[in-house]
């Protein structure tokens, strides 16, 4: 029992480095650098050890900003994309024919890169002096007034992200929900209509609690993505996302390292782990949730 114990870990230890070297020690590395006040990178010297990097992150109004724009994108898109998904995974699991095209189809935006469908959403939805863009001229066709989403108010902006965003992530989820509603016992279901069970509580006491799993799982990886969302908005909006409005955390600690206000790599490490503190408690308060209502 003791060979084949080590055995496994000899297997394990290159996995284990891996994780140690790229994971767990630049995470220690940062959470250091996030209490050292005025650190250096040139000279790797700070001022003294203290908490006013994450006073000084705290009180920036691009980081709450920041703040503000990653938590809407999170409480839209997340359940929003895995309803969706949900919706579209039961309607080509009851199509028996051209069932496969259409799962391409719907797969189709995942394996696109990313800056090219936001240029694709840029032409439909900004406004340029030779034309309004798609979406603005179908909302002339039914008499309402252009709107400039990609410049122009907040929540016009934050609409056009949440789209985009859904768009991109919806193809991934409804690959594994497919998949998920396709591994469902058809015994269940032929219990079910013999007993005269409705659809809806079919679906409700059979399908629903069978396929919590993978939708528990879409959940959590769909809130870890909308909590890093960055090349989203600068497909959409540029670099400068401060000045637009839209950055998110991930924009935030990045402008800190590398943007114009760049240099400041104890103000990113507070960021950072600011946004871990954010995504471990989401992660812990799903996984309480997900001991009453997920059925293994």
Not at 24 to 40: Q, T, W
Not at 97 to 110: A, S, W
Not at 198 to 214: A, G, K, N, Q, V
Not at 266 to 282: E, R
Request: net charge neutral.
């Amino acid at each position: 029992m003791d060979y084949k114990s080590n055995k496994a870990w000899l297997y394990l230890l290159p996995a284990i480095a891996f994780l140690a070297v790229f994971m767990v020690y630049p995470l220690i590395d940062v959470f250091i650098y996030s209490f050292e006040e005025g650190y250096n990178s040139a000279s790797q010297t700070s001022f003294g050890i203290g908490a006013y990097n994450y006073s000084y992150v705290l009180h920036d109004p691009y980081f709450m900003q920041a703040l503000k724009n990653t938590f809407l994108l999170v409480i839209i898109t997340v359940p929003l994309s895995t309803a969706l998904a949900l919706v579209i995974s039961l309607a080509l699991s009851s199509i028996t024919k051209l069932k496969e095209l259409f799962q391409t189809v719907y797969f189709l935006p995942y394996v696109t890169n990313t800056l090219a469908v936001g240029l694709v959403f840029m032409v439909l939805f900004q406004k340029t002096a030779y034309s309004d863009g798609m979406i603005n001229m179908m909302i002339n066709f039914f008499g309402g007034e252009s709107v400039d989403f990609i410049d122009g108010p907040y929540w016009a902006k934050m609409f056009v992200l949440c789209l985009y965003t859904i768009w991109i992530v919806m193809p991934f989820k409804i690959l594994l929900l497919t998949s998920a509603l396709a591994s469902v016992r058809q015994d269940y279901y032929n219990a079910a209509k013999v007993d005269g069970t409705s659809r809806f509580r079919i679906f409700w006491r059979i399908t629903l609690p069978m396929i919590s799993p993978t939708i528990f799982y879409l959940v959590i990886t769909g809130f870890i993505g909308a909590f890093k969302a960055y090349s989203d908005a600068v497909a959409l909006f540029g670099t400068d996302l401060n000045a637009a409005g839209m950055n998110t955390i991930v924009g935030y600690v990045y402008d800190m390292l590398y943007g114009d206000s760049g240099g400041y790599p104890s103000y990113a490490s507070a960021a950072a782990i600011i946004l871990f503190a954010i995504v471990l408690t989401i992660t812990t308060i799903n996984l309480l949730v997900s001991k009453k209502h997920v059925h293994y």
